[in-house]
């Protein structure tokens, strides 16, 4: 091999390394979360309230919320409320599923929610934008977001009646609406036997005021 062939092989070897560096690293941090504050601090319920019949608990490091006794359905909700934002979720469910992230909940009737589901009728999966007394607002009818079997990443961003929303890095939802403008962050945990393997598992939820 010719000198000149080496150099340009050296100059090809560092790229390729510095490129699987980045690899290795996974996607590029979010500048939307720079600076974010933690809802769930990894350790215990503290800044955080339920409803219903649910089972939240805290197990290394991970918060897991299931059905109660008989199908028992619940929430949990901060304690505080939020207005303009960017929150970030990352989790993971056993199937079959049907929760979701609430976020400005004021009531059963005021507050919008990220879906975590496999909807039939009409076909849409998680993403899904829901709104009580509205249904969807917008839907994600692509299933090949979701990774069923692992950890699932969704990105809420709230400004006034803007709201949008990400599932893996891909936009699934952008509407305008005002039915509510501020409230609380959730997690549900739906009623019903057909429901009753259902396991949601959050790693990690971040918030960023705007």
């Known amino acids: 091999m010719s000198r000149n062939w080496l150099a ?34 990894g350790k215990d319920l503290t800044g955080w309230e339920t409803s219903g019949g649910a089972k939240w608990v805290v197990e290394d490091g991970m918060l897991i919320g299931t059905q109660g006794e008989n199908n028992a359905p619940g929430d949990l909700f901060t304690t ?13 469910v056993e199937w079959p599923c049907n929760s979701g992230l609430w976020f400005r909940y004021q009531s059963p009737r005021k507050a919008y929610q990220a879906d975590i589901l496999e909807y039939k009728d009409p076909e849409c999966y998680s993403g899904t934008l829901y709104c009580p007394g509205k249904m969807f607002l917008a839907m ?16 809420v961003r709230a400004e006034g009646d803007h709201l949008q929303v990400w599932l893996n890095g891909h936009q699934v939802a952008d509407v305008h609406d005002d ?26 939820l971040l918030l960023k005021p705007l």
């Not at 980045?22 to 974010?36: T, V, Y």
């Not at 960017?86 to 989790?91: F, R």
């Not at 403008?181 to 396991?199: I, L, T, W």
């Open 179 to 204: 039915t509510s403008d501020s409230g609380k962050f959730g997690f549900q945990v739906h009623p019903g036997a057909e429901f009753g393997p259902m396991k949601i598992v959050v790693r990690e």
């Open 140 to 155: 994600n009818e692509d299933k090949t977001l979701v990774n069923r079997e692992g950890w699932n990443a969704i990105k």
């Open 8 to 41: 340009i092989g050296c100059v090809a070897g560092l790229a390729c390394l510095a490129g699987c560096g980045q690899c290795c690293k996974g996607p590029a941090i979010d500048k939307d979360f720079d600076s974010a504050v933690k809802l769930f601090n």
């Open 80 to 92: 505080q409320t939020y207005t303009d934002f960017v929150a970030s979720l990352i989790y993971r």
